[in-house]
């Protein structure tokens, strides 16, 4: 998949207004917005590899490396 670099700028821009939200928070009382943008664009690029991939997915096969992946953490 290749990347897309507006989708970059608008995550950038979602970072830089939590980390101004952080450092001035009264000058920036929304920057907290950025953390919901920043799950959109996640949510847009993972849909969009599965949408791409929609011949090759596998429910069984998605939640296996899913819970691969975060089980060790939820132990630790």
């Given at each position: 998949?290749?990347?897309?670099?507006?989708?970059?700028?608008?995550?950038?821009?979602?970072?830089?207004?939590?980390v101004?939200?952080?450092?001035?928070?009264?000058?920036?009382?929304?920057?907290?917005?950025?953390?919901?943008?920043?799950?959109?664009?996640?949510g847009?690029?993972?849909?969009?590899?599965?949408?791409?991939?929609?011949?090759?997915?596998?429910?069984?096969?998605?939640?296996?490396?899913?819970?691969?992946?975060?089980?060790?953490?939820?132990?630790?």
């Amino acid at each position: 998949m290749t990347r897309i670099k507006h989708i970059d700028g608008l995550r950038a821009i979602a970072i830089i207004a939590v980390v101004f939200y952080h450092a001035f928070p009264k000058t920036f009382p929304n920057g907290y917005l950025g953390v919901d943008y920043f799950l959109a664009i996640s949510g847009f690029v993972i849909s969009k590899k599965y949408f791409l991939d929609e011949d090759k997915f596998s429910f069984k096969e998605f939640w296996s490396k899913r819970i691969t992946r975060l089980y060790p953490q939820m132990l630790a």
